[in-house]
């Protein structure tokens, strides 16, 4: 293996300061970058479009500001990381597709999201769009128009949705780093069945610019990682508030990174951590609260806390959902309805016969449930509870048994992660890996709003101590 290909398998900040000691090049580290891409992606279906030139172009800008001496290069967080976004992120000069066939029309993006401007203004060099649900409607990533996307633990399962692609891409070992968005799960999800490390922020946390909106009193982004230090400078170099999206919370700069040293020997005592139970207990299999027993034994977690009336509001956050996103894409839905996948067309459809009454009610329970949650965290820092109800089913399974009960599989992925989107709070999904290690199920760490700090630190003491980590798939 060469010295390029050992170190894409590795953390993207080994990656960056072997780029600061000058062990190689920016451009060597992106070629080895595409080559793996080459080789793997006809098998997992991640990528849905490469940006080659400007991968080169950028890579080579780096190159030539290193050789130079220029002083601020080496500075730069994510100096050379190869990395990539979801298809719902503007890459200027390419169209946005969103997983659909409807976008294939529209006008390429004539700017980068905020969020691309500041990956590469931290140093990151962008490699292309990744596969994902269309619109992002779907927790499995099984994209007709553009083929399902393939957990590259297991390629006859699924790599789960909507950011499917964004966690793929990074098991793979195609890129160290990639963005995603999470409206009801779309991060956490796939964090969980790829065995990746995902951040989703605070609401309002990481602005929106330039991001093909899917439910905007919902939609998050935040990073893919295969450590808490690269999700940490990802989300660092994010940071800021931006006035063209009104969701953006303006806040001061509160970064994460240098307060992760503080989780390296253990969270000590002053970091109160609970399970949840309840919902979240009875709707899990046994493998999924295994996971989470073993992050709770680590960090000392014997506390239990229920929150009251979790499936009414996940049924909350699914009729939010259907509203929001079918007044948006209303009217497609009636000049070319055969152009939508199937599932999604139908989900929007329902939406759109939705009675107001029943949305008003959908926001009123939204709003008590986020009072409930927010007076539970008067006692404890740090939630546990599983991402997934189980580990990843085989690609076209239809139906799961869970708690008794034969559920759809494909809007049960969300069983545990829709209640905590519904209100907004920052989650930061862990690996864990099961007694025979072939396939995981991630356990998300919940704090208050505006605590990304905490779950990136309580996260990376379970890395340190060995407990959660993210290998990538050996494809060869």
Same mark, same amino acid.
């Given at each position: 293996?060469?010295?390029?290909?050992?170190l894409?398998?590795?953390?993207?900040?080994?990656?960056a300061?072997?780029?600061?000691?000058?062990?190689?090049?920016?451009?060597?580290?992106?070629?080895?970058?595409?080559?793996?891409?080459?080789?793997?992606?006809?098998?997992v279906?991640?990528?849905?479009?490469l940006?080659?030139?400007?991968? @080169?172009?950028?890579?080579?800008?780096?190159?030539?500001?290193?050789?130079?001496?220029?002083?601020?290069?080496?500075?730069? %967080?994510?100096?050379?990381v190869?990395?990539?976004?979801?298809?719902?992120?503007?890459?200027?000069?390419?169209?946005?597709?969103?997983?659909?066939?409807?976008?294939?029309?529209?006008?390429?993006?004539?700017?980068?999201?905020?969020?691309?401007?500041?990956?590469?203004?931290?140093?990151?060099?962008?490699?292309?769009?990744?596969? +994902?649900?269309?619109?992002?409607?779907?927790?499995?990533?099984e994209?007709?128009?553009y083929?399902?996307?393939?957990?590259?633990?297991?390629?006859?399962?699924?790599?789960?949705?909507?950011?499917?692609?964004?966690?793929?891409?990074?098991?793979?070992?195609?890129?160290?780093?990639?963005l995603?968005?999470?409206?009801n799960?779309?991060?956490?999800?796939?964090?969980s069945?790829?065995?990746?490390?995902?951040?989703?922020?605070?609401?309002?946390?990481l %602005?929106?610019?330039?991001?093909?909106?899917?439910?905007?009193?919902?939609d998050?982004?935040?990073?893919?990682?295969?450590?808490?230090?690269?999700?940490?400078?990802a989300?660092d170099?994010?940071?800021?508030?931006?006035a063209?999206?009104?969701?953006?919370v303006?806040?001061?700069h509160?970064?994460?990174?240098?307060?992760?040293?503080? &989780?390296?020997?253990?969270?000590?005592?002053?970091?109160?951590?609970?399970?949840?139970?309840?919902?979240?207990?009875? @709707?899990?299999t046994?493998?999924?609260?295994?996971?989470?027993?073993?992050?709770a034994?680590?960090?000392g977690?014997?506390?239990?806390?229920?929150?009251?009336?979790?499936?009414?509001?996940?049924?909350?956050?699914f009729?939010?959902?259907?509203?929001?996103s079918s007044?948006?894409?209303?009217p497609?839905?009636k000049?070319?309805?055969?152009?939508?996948?199937?599932?999604s067309?139908?989900?929007?459809?329902?939406?759109?016969?939705?009675?107001?009454?029943?949305?008003?009610?959908?926001?009123?329970?939204?709003?008590?449930?986020a009072?409930?949650?927010?007076?539970?965290?008067?006692?404890?820092?740090?939630?546990?509870?599983?991402?997934?109800?189980?580990?990843?089913?085989?690609i076209?399974?239809?139906?799961?048994?869970?708690?008794?009960?034969r559920?759809?599989?494909?809007?049960? +992925?969300?069983?545990?992660?829709?209640?905590?989107s519904c209100?907004g709070?920052?989650?930061?999904?862990?690996?864990?890996? &099961?007694?025979?290690?072939?396939?995981?199920i991630?356990?998300?760490?919940?704090?208050?709003?505006?605590?990304?700090?905490?779950?990136?630190?309580?996260?990376h003491?379970?890395?340190?101590?060995?407990?959660?980590?993210?290998?990538?798939a050996v494809?060869?």
């Open positions: 293996m060469s010295r390029a290909s050992e894409l398998a590795g953390p993207a900040f080994a990656l300061d072997a780029l600061r000691g000058r062990e190689l090049r920016v451009t060597d580290i992106v070629e080895a970058s595409v080559q793996r891409i080459q080789a793997t992606d006809e098998r279906n991640a990528f849905t479009q940006t080659l030139s400007r991968s @080169m172009a950028e890579a080579a800008a780096l190159d030539d500001r290193l050789a130079a001496g220029d002083a601020t290069a080496p500075a730069l %967080p994510l100096l050379g190869p990395y990539a976004v979801k298809n719902l992120f503007d890459i200027e000069g390419h169209t946005t597709l969103a997983g659909s066939k409807i976008e294939r029309g529209a006008p390429p993006a004539s700017a980068d999201a905020v969020l691309v401007q500041r990956m590469k203004a931290a140093g990151a060099v962008l490699l292309g769009a990744l596969n +994902m649900d269309e619109y992002a409607y779907g927790f499995t990533t994209n007709t128009h083929g399902p996307c393939r957990n590259p633990h297991d390629l006859a399962r699924i790599a789960g949705g909507s950011s499917g692609g964004s966690a793929a891409a990074v098991a793979a070992g195609q890129v160290p780093l990639t995603g968005s999470d409206t799960g779309s991060i956490r999800v796939p964090s069945l790829c065995g990746v490390f995902g951040l989703k922020p605070t609401f309002g946390r %602005p929106r610019t330039g991001s093909y909106p899917f439910v905007a009193s919902l998050h982004l935040g990073p893919f990682g295969r450590s808490t230090r690269d999700l940490a400078l989300y170099a994010m940071l800021g508030h931006d063209h999206d009104p969701s953006c303006k806040r001061p509160e970064p994460t990174s240098a307060g992760l040293a503080l &989780g390296s020997g253990g969270l000590g005592g002053g970091v109160r951590i609970g399970v949840l139970g309840g919902w979240f207990r009875e @709707m899990a046994p493998e999924a609260r295994a996971a989470v027993d073993r992050v034994q680590a960090l977690a014997v506390r239990v806390i229920e929150w009251p009336e979790v499936a009414r509001a996940r049924a909350a956050a009729l939010i959902t259907n509203a929001e007044a948006l894409h209303l497609d839905l000049a070319r309805p055969q152009d939508f996948e199937p599932l067309r139908d989900r929007f459809l329902a939406g759109a016969l939705l009675p107001a009454a029943w949305l008003m009610q959908a926001q009123r329970v939204r709003r008590w449930f009072r409930e949650v927010a007076a539970s965290f008067a006692d404890v820092d740090i939630l546990l509870a599983p991402a997934t109800p189980c580990a990843a089913p085989l076209g399974t239809e139906w799961l048994d869970i708690a008794g009960q559920l759809p599989a494909r809007a049960s +992925m969300g069983l545990l992660t829709q209640p905590v209100i709070l920052p989650v930061c999904t862990v690996p864990v890996w &099961g007694a025979d290690a072939s396939l995981p991630g356990v998300p760490l919940i704090a208050a709003p505006w605590h990304e700090d905490l779950v990136l630190r309580c996260a003491t379970l890395e340190t101590a060995g407990v959660v980590h993210a290998p990538f494809l060869e």
